[in-house]
T-cell receptor
Framework: DQQVKQNSPSLSVQEGRISILNCDYT??????FLWYKKYPAEGPTFLISISSIKDKNEDGRFTVFLNKSAKHLSLHIVPSQPGDSAVYFCAASSNAGGTSYGKLTFGQGTILTVHP | DAGVTQSPTHLIKTRGQHVTLRCSPI?????VSWYQQVLGQGPQFIFQYYEKEERGRGNFPDRFSARQFPNYSSELNVNALLLGDSALYLC???????????????FGPGTRLTVL
């Protein structure tokens, strides 16, 4: 039961253009969503998050959009840089079961390649 | 400031053996979560510990156990290792604030376990 899905295994964009990574979820209890970036042989690095009370959150070149009715979120990177090339994971959490957002459910990841 | 640290970096074991992985959280963080990541998938939640108590457990067999110490560091133990336990084991720490605060998890570099 894949509660968080990233349907695009890979994405290739040109330097300077916009990268859009997508994520869908099925569990209505999720109310906090995060994006992580991961390089090979390293742990995931936190990028940006959004609470279900918002529909947009920005941090520099990164913007996350949340559409609760569609159970869909997306990460926009503008402008894309070659150093952004990595695997991007979306993750979702809730306060259910007393875990206080301590349990993340991850998507399968999208490999982003930014070409110079 | 030091991030989440994990030891060892790499480990090779044979089937049937036991392994202990260690994690030190970010200073001031009281919650530690463990994840297993196999190649090509997103991390899967194993355990969450807060104030030395188990707060959540994922869908893993009883061969997996963990504990948290008074200094908030944590150990993950796996008994009777199987070939399928080969994976990257990730530790994440967070503040662990209760009451609906959207807590963000920060990951360590992981321990790569190979079971032969």
């Amino acid at each position: 039961d894949q509660q968080v899905k990233q349907n695009s295994p890979s994405l290739s964009v040109q330097e300077g253009r916009i990268s859009i990574l997508n994520c869908d979820y099925t569990n209505s209890m999720f109310d906090y969503f995060l994006w992580y970036k991961k390089y090979p042989a390293e742990g995931p690095t936190f990028l940006i998050s959004i609470s279900s009370i918002k529909d947009k959150n920005e941090d520099g070149r990164f913007t996350v959009f949340l559409n609760k009715s569609a159970k869909h979120l997306s990460l926009h990177i503008v402008p894309s840089q070659p150093g952004d090339s990595a695997v991007y994971f979306c993750a979702a959490s809730s306060n259910a079961g007393g875990t206080s957002y301590g349990k993340l459910t991850f998507g399968q990841g999208t490999i982003l390649t930014v070409h110079p | 400031d030091a991030g989440v640290t994990q030891s060892p970096t790499h480990l090779i074991k044979t089937r049937g053996q036991h392994v202990t992985l260690r994690c030190s959280p970010i200073s001031g963080h009281k919650s530690v979560s463990w994840y297993q990541q196999v190649l090509g998938q997103g991390p899967q939640f194993i355990f969450q510990y807060y104030e030395k108590e188990e707060r959540g457990r994922g869908n893993f067999p009883d061969r997996f156990s963990a504990r948290q110490f008074p200094n908030y560091s944590s150990e993950l133990n796996v008994n009777a290792l199987l070939l399928g336990d080969s994976a990257l084991y990730l530790c994440a720490s967070s503040l662990g604030v209760a009451g609906g605060f959207r807590d963000t998890q920060y990951f360590g570099p992981g321990t790569r376990l190979t079971v032969l």
